[in-house]
């Protein structure tokens, strides 16, 4: 199963969401064990494993992490997860933070990340003192306070200001992908996620934005509508895999996000002048 977040928290669980408009905050639990899913994040998130672990496969690299763990994903990810339960037991905080959180960050404690090389996938093993932060900000995630997302947030700068003090590597390599990515957002989370999206509607509800700030954000990454961005992504995501793979037309079809194969099709030669197997067997 395919999960996309934060979305589904936000559509299927809202009550259990702490949130403002940069950042979301939720403790989740389970009792199930070797569970296997796939993530898909729309926004970049920070994991405090506080009971059991989970193993994680993110491409080719692979990471276990225990309790008190803290693990970080950028937006755009595909993970696969399974949790290894201690005594059926898991439990996680899961902090959510867009791009506007991450450069108010950058700006208020004067990090630069210029010298550090990108990297979307880290973690971090648990030292007493980053497990003192990982209990206060569960203390306060529990409790019912008028300013907890305030509270939240700057419990959140902590224990960044923590990792980029005593690992400044490994958290500036992550933070220098969030920066490299920042300024097309839109189009990096919805072309991590082509085969999602059938609409304007869906490209709007995967990057949570309105119909206005979609369009601003594709117009000045590509001087297309959404609408004609969306079609050019799906073919030249088709033609590639035309080319290089040998999976069935019908599955490039539904791959690149279209409903039918004869769409597919038609769509297909209006842009190449070639039906799909024509420009396979040319191209191969």
């Given at each position: 199963m395919t999960y996309l977040v934060p979305n589904y928290f936000l559509e299927e669980q809202p009550n259990a969401v702490i949130s403002s408009d940069s950042?979301?905050?939720?403790?989740?639990?389970?009792?199930k064990s070797h569970s296997n899913f796939t993530i898909r994040n729309t926004t970049h998130?920070?994991?405090?494993?506080?009971?059991?672990?989970?193993?994680?496969?993110?491409?080719?690299?692979?990471?276990?992490?225990?309790?008190?763990d803290i693990l970080l994903l950028t937006q755009g990810n595909y993970i696969m997860s399974e949790i290894i339960s201690d005594e059926g037991k898991y439990e996680a905080l899961m902090v959510y933070f867009n791009d506007d959180f991450i450069m108010k960050f950058l700006q208020k404690y004067a990090i630069k990340t210029n010298n550090f090389e990108p990297k979307a996938f880290v973690s971090f093993r648990?030292?007493?003192?980053?497990?003192?932060?990982?209990?206060?900000?569960?203390?306060y995630i529990n409790q019912d306070l008028d300013r907890k997302n305030e509270i939240l947030q700057l419990k959140t700068q902590e224990l960044f200001l923590h990792l980029m003090s005593e690992h400044p590597k490994r958290f500036g390599s992550f933070l220098k992908a969030i920066s490299d990515s920042s300024p097309h957002r839109?189009?990096?989370?919805?072309?991590?996620?082509?085969d999602m999206i059938e609409s304007v509607e869906d490209m709007c509800r995967i990057a949570r934005v309105s119909k206005n700030e979609l369009r601003k954000a594709i117009e000045e990454y590509a001087s297309l509508s959404p609408k004609a961005w969306l079609d050019s992504k799906r073919l030249q995501e088709a033609s590639l895999l035309?080319?290089?793979?040998?999976?069935?037309?019908a599955s490039i079809a539904t791959t690149c996000g279209y409903s039918t194969l004869s769409w597919f099709g038609v769509q297909f030669k209006k842009a190449y002048g070639v039906s799909p197997k024509v420009y396979r067997e040319k191209n191969r």
């Open positions: 950042l979301f905050t939720l403790a989740y639990s389970s009792r998130v920070m994991i405090l494993l506080m009971e059991g672990s989970k193993k994680l496969t993110y491409k080719e690299e692979m990471v276990l992490l225990k309790k008190g648990a030292d007493r003192l980053l497990k003192l932060l990982m209990d206060s900000f569960s203390l839109v189009a990096y989370i919805l072309e991590s996620n082509l035309l080319r290089t793979t040998d999976e069935t037309i």
